[in-house]
């Protein structure tokens, strides 16, 4: 993933196409770089709604589980990252299904 948070904004930045997770299967993001700053990541229905699920703020170089599929249906999604409270900052790292 590669994208930019916008600083002092209340809404989310996309950072990925949408991508299909099937039941059971979970999203996990690895933060590479972000200018020092945490950044939060969670995963929502592909075109924007309510958040499936979200990690705690990451560090440059933390990873965590976004979310676990048990809806019992294969979900159309998107990642979204942010908000940045200070600058914009540009993101970059890597998210799974697995």
């Known amino acids: 993933m590669d994208c930019v948070v916008p600083g002092f904004a209340l809404a989310f930045a996309v950072c990925s196409r949408p991508f299909l997770v099937e039941h059971g299967k979970r999203v996990h993001a690895h933060?590479?770089?972000?200018g020092g700053k945490q950044i939060a990541?969670?995963?929502?229905?592909?075109?924007?709604?309510?958040?499936?699920?979200?990690?705690?703020?990451?560090?440059?170089?933390?990873?965590?589980?976004?979310?676990?599929?048990?809806?019992?249906?294969t979900q159309n999604v998107q990642l979204i990252a942010g908000?940045?409270?200070?600058?914009?900052?540009?993101?970059?790292?890597?998210?799974?299904?697995?």
Do not use: M
């Open 31 to 34: 933060l590479a770089a972000s």
């Open 41 to 73: 990541f969670c995963v929502e229905p592909a075109g924007g709604g309510r958040d499936y699920g979200c990690t705690k703020p990451l560090s440059p170089g933390q990873g965590g589980e976004i979310w676990h599929n048990t809806t019992g249906y």
């Open 83 to 98: 908000p940045s409270r200070e600058v914009d900052v540009r993101v970059q790292g890597s998210f799974s299904v697995r």
